[in-house]
Structures are given as structure tokens and as C-alpha cells.
């Protein structure tokens, strides 16, 4: 089997439009075009076992962010055909979140208490899905591999 590392998110899109934020790795998406494409069995455990390995993400990254009372109820996973795991915030159930998350650096823009006469900047709060993502990316990777491992043994009669 490949060595597989989970690495920080590479793609983190914050937009102050709303843009929802995705917590997405490359590596863990080939590997799951890799399985799709080599036995289906060993395809399904991989999308049924990434669910609950990301969900563990997902409520991490609820509980950081429980300063707001939009954005834990805006997280969702999406794994999509290609094999990708996408931890998401945002969209218009909680615009704020992608100019919270900024990756937990940089300045946000914003009006004064909603007075879009006075605008200020300050930092934002520090990131949520990030560091959610860091603190579980190797209990995440364990729990998908050893769901693989068990649907290759069964496939090959292991």
C-alpha cells in the first residue's frame, strides 16, 4: 500500500463574499481515484470510512468555532466522486465564517457595528477548520486505513 501523509489544507478559500471554506487534500483525493479505479469493493470502505474520519474534523472544528451561532450549523462533508474530503463552512448560512477563518492570520474588513460609514480593520479570530484539520489528521488517516486494510483482506480472502 502507497505511504500516505495528510498535510495542512491546501486549499482554504476565504472570501469575504461568503465563499464557503474547504479543508481538501490532494494526496488522500488520488489515493481514492487509485482505489475507485482498482477494486470497488475496497472504493466503497474508503468513502464509507473517510465520513466518519472527517466528521470527527467536522465537530472539532463546530465546538472551535462556538463563538457564533451561524457557523457550527453551517459545517457539512462532501465527498465527491474523484475522491475528495471537504470539510465545509459558509455559504449563506453564515457568511462571516470565510473572513473569520483567514487561516487565523491577516486583517478583516468590516463596518463598525454595522454602520457602513465607519470601517475598521482588526484581526479575525483565530481559524477554526484549520487547526480542527491538524489536531485530527492522524486519527483521521488511522480510521481510513484501517477501514482499506479490512476491505483488501476481504477482497483478496485475507
Do not use: C
Not at 79 to 94: E, L, M, S, W
Amino acid at each position: 500500500m502507497a505511504d500516505l501523509t495528510f498535510s495542512a489544507p491546501k486549499a482554504v478559500k476565504a472570501a469575504s463574499s461568503g465563499e464557503p471554506i474547504v479543508a481538501d487534500t490532494a494526496q488522500l483525493a488520488a489515493f481514492g481515484r487509485a482505489l475507485r479505479a482498482g477494486a470497488p469493493a475496497v472504493w466503497k470502505a474508503y468513502r464509507v470510512a473517510v465520513r466518519p474520519a472527517a466528521a470527527v474534523v467536522l465537530a472539532d472544528a463546530q465546538a472551535r468555532a462556538s463563538y457564533s451561532s451561524r457557523i457550527p450549523g453551517s459545517g457539512r462533508i462532501r465527498v465527491t466522486a474523484g475522491g475528495n474530503v471537504k470539510v465545509i463552512f459558509g455559504g449563506d448560512a453564515a457568511p462571516d465564517a470565510a473572513p473569520i477563518e483567514n487561516r487565523g492570520r491577516g486583517f478583516v474588513r468590516h463596518p463598525v457595528f454595522g454602520n457602513r460609514e465607519n470601517w475598521t480593520e482588526k484581526n479575525s479570530h483565530p481559524a477554526f477548520l484549520g487547526p480542527a484539520f491538524a489536531a485530527h489528521q492522524v486519527e483521521a488517516m488511522e480510521t481510513i486505513e484501517r477501514a482499506v486494510l479490512a476491505a483488501i483482506d476481504a477482497v483478496i480472502g485475507g
